[in-house]
């Protein structure tokens, strides 16, 4: 499908999102303001542009790395296992380290991610992402602030891709299911 040809339908608008990413900037401001210093690690490449405007609503100190992983999804549903591609060049230790996602599906990514940067000594880990799908859940993952719980359909759009097209969409969108 190509992007041009289509307008996936609106899942979540601009003002929700903008409403939301507001709220969870608020939120991480308030936890974080004794809690420095603050690092906000991002995952690559869906999350650049929730991370982008959650930050510039932070009122607290923090510094910005981000890391990249390959789960060789494509355009399929299911992961496979997530390979870390770019690392922080931040050391971590001793720092307040809040991992940023744009969506946990599965649970893999997170999973991974947060072993793998609990074992650079962070003085506290926590996970944040924008949104979060409750019924595709494989792992028991911790998400500390969660922007939306949505049901099981491939969104795409504000970063989030369909074989690397809608990333700038300005809302989120869903690709319906094609009828089998
Ligand atoms: C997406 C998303 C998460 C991961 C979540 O990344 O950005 O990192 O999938 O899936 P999981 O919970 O099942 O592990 P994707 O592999 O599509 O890469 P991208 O961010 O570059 O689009």
Redesign the pocket.
């Given at each position: 499908m190509a992007e041009k040809e289509c307008q996936p339908p609106v899942l979540i608008d601009e003002a929700a999102l903008a409403r939301r990413v507001t709220e969870l900037a608020a939120a991480i401001s308030a936890d974080y303001a004794a809690k420095q210093p603050l690092a906000l690690v991002g995952?690559?490449?869906?999350?650049f542009i929730f991370m982008a405007d959650l930050v510039r609503q932070l009122t607290v100190p923090h510094q910005l790395d981000f890391v990249a992983?390959a789960?060789y999804?494509g355009t399929d549903t299911l992961?496979g296992q997530?390979q870390l591609i770019l690392d922080v060049a931040t050391d971590l230790a001793g720092r307040h380290v809040l991992l940023v996602?744009?969506?946990?599906?599965?649970?893999?990514?997170?999973s991974c991610l947060m072993q793998l940067l609990a074992e650079r000594h962070p003085a506290s880990l926590r996970c944040c992402s924008l949104l979060r799908k409750p019924e595709r859940l494989r792992q028991t993952v911790t998400v500390d602030y969660v922007g939306f719980d949505i049901p099981d359909v491939w969104v795409v759009g504000y970063g989030?891709?369909y074989d690397q097209q809608y990333r700038s969409l300005p809302y989120v969108g869903f690709i319906a299911p094609s009828p089998t």
């Open positions: 995952v690559l490449k869906g999350v992983v789960s999804r992961p997530p996602e744009d969506i946990v599906d599965t649970g893999q990514t997170v989030l891709d």
